[in-house]
């Protein structure tokens, strides 16, 4: 299989690897947001993602953090009214 070395293609990948983060982990993302501890509690799963992320793209693109930002978009975004010390 080809490294994928598209960014609208990456960020696909990206948005769907963080999206099955949000609906397997639902509880403990909520969990985190409250607290601030989000990147801590998920870490094992975030670095999961991120390890399977980089296996299916070229070093490139891997370095553009688009990964990173589908995190913020899948895990944070949607959890804005979670009552939080972060906001």
Do not use: C, N
């Not at 993302?29 to 070229?58: H, Q």
């Not at 589908?70 to 895990?75: F, K």
């Amino acid at each position: 299989m080809a490294l994928i070395d598209k960014p609208d293609r990456a960020r696909q990948l990206a948005r769907a690897i963080a999206s099955d983060l949000s609906m397997y982990h639902e509880k403990k993302i909520i969990d985190g947001v409250e607290r601030d501890t989000l990147f801590e509690v998920m870490r094992d799963e975030i670095e999961e993602g991120r390890a399977l992320y980089k296996t299916r793209v070229t070093p490139e693109i891997f370095g553009q953090g688009i990964y990173d930002r589908a995190l913020v978009d899948m895990l944070l975004k949607p959890r804005g009214s979670v009552r939080s010390k972060i906001w």
